[in-house]
């Protein structure tokens, strides 16, 4: 069995505070990492990929991979209420098309 | 342009009866998957299509599911003898053929 963990929080933070979120996997053959966010209610949307050791940014956004410690994290800067939502973490397995292994998600909560 | 569409929204039934999930990829994906997001739980991977491709039908839970896809776009989920552990979110993604899984609004399934 192939897993995909995060601590499920709620992790909360005061707004314009940096969120940390992480994720573990269990598969070191992964390749392919993926942070969703998912608001109460609605489907997953895609916030960042990344697939190389190190840091990506994207906006606000930056998300890190280490494949040695099979450790993937997305940080948040200037955390705002509207990023209050689930952040999932989703890993590409290399069977089954690349279809996503997600871990149970983190519980994010803005304060203002 | 339009993104994955899926229907209905939302389907009570009652055990022991069939239900089929409709899943509407956006035009021109090649790749389609369903998905399972049960409450408190993260999301399952059910079935692959890649084009007109045999299916990869490896998540599957268990016979009572099956799903086609029709001229390698529309997508329908069976669920055969209903059973209430069948309840939960179901999500369709598609895919260019590139790593980004783009996700419909889910069909809420209830089994009374």
């Known amino acids: 069995q192939k897993e995909v963990e995060q601590n499920s929080g709620p992790l909360s933070v005061p707004e314009g505070a940096i969120a940390s979120l992480n994720c573990t996997y269990s598969?070191?053959?992964?390749?392919?990492f993926f942070w969703y966010r998912q608001y109460s209610g609605k489907s997953p949307e895609l916030i960042m990929f990344?697939?190389?050791?190190g840091d990506k940014e994207d906006g606000r956004f930056t998300a890190q991979l280490n494949k040695a410690s099979q450790y993937v994290s997305l940080l948040i800067r200037d955390s705002q209420p509207s990023d209050s939502a689930t952040y999932l973490c989703?890993?590409?397995?290399?069977?089954?098309?690349?279809?996503?292994?997600f871990g149970k998600g983190t519980s994010l909560l803005v304060t203002p | 342009g339009a993104g994955v569409s899926q229907s209905p929204s939302n389907k009570v039934t009652e055990k022991g009866k069939d239900v089929e999930l409709r899943c509407d990829p956006i035009?021109?994906?090649?790749?389609l998957y369903w998905y399972r997001q049960s409450l408190g739980q993260g999301l399952e991977f059910l079935i692959y299509?890649?084009?007109?491709?045999?299916?990869?039908k490896s998540g599957l839970p268990s016979d009572r599911f099956s799903a086609e896809r029709t001229g390698g776009s529309v997508s329908t989920l069976t669920i055969q003898r209903t059973q209430q552990e069948d309840s939960a979110v179901y999500l369709c993604?598609?895919?260019?053929?590139?790593?980004?899984?783009?996700f419909g609004p889910g069909t809420r399934l209830t089994v009374l």
């Open positions: 993604a598609s895919t260019p053929g590139g790593n980004e899984q783009f």
């Open positions: 598969d070191r053959g992964s390749q392919s």
């Open positions: 990344i697939y190389s050791n």
């Open positions: 989703a890993v590409e397995g290399i069977n089954s098309g690349y279809a996503l292994n």
């Open positions: 035009s021109g994906h090649t790749a």
């Open positions: 299509f890649q084009g007109n491709s045999a299916p990869d």
